[in-house]
């Protein structure tokens, strides 16, 4: 099974593994799972960090440190396509947050779900959102 992590998943994932839930615990560790994520992920993480939402406690650049989790946990960041960008904007007006709606077009174009505590996302058509 493919599943496109949001960003807090993918944060979670990297940093304090108690805030998944048993069910995206038990996706990410099934070894028939490929895990993927949006390179809007990382545009939205350094965003976090810039306001002071998120602090990582890393002596490496964003960058390096990002690069190196998604090595240790076996994750490929899909790059934002033009078939993905143009999924992205003809979604429906449910969810204002851009990146979320990039990380749903993802998910639509690889035929993954989604490992996400959002609410919203599951409001989508056809959006299979796991948590």
């Known amino acids: 099974m493919r599943y496109v992590l949001d960003t807090c998943t993918f944060l979670w994932l990297a940093c304090d593994q108690t805030k998944l839930s048993a069910a995206a615990a038990s996706a990410i560790a099934d070894v028939g799972s490929t895990l993927h994520i949006s390179v809007i992920s990382l545009a939205e993480t350094h965003r976090l960090i810039r306001k002071g939402k998120i602090s990582l406690q890393s002596a490496v650049p964003l960058d390096v440190w990002f ?40 998910a639509r174009i690889l035929g993954a779900k989604i490992l996400s ?3 919203t996302m599951p409001k989508y058509p056809n959006a299979d959102v796991v948590w």
């Open 67 to 106: 690069q190196g989790e998604l090595l240790q946990h076996q994750v490929e960041c899909e790059p934002i396509t033009l078939e993905i960008a143009h999924e992205a904007e003809g979604l429906p007006a449910i969810h204002n947050d851009p990146a979320d709606r990039f990380i749903l077009a993802t």
């Open 117 to 119: 505590p959002d609410t």
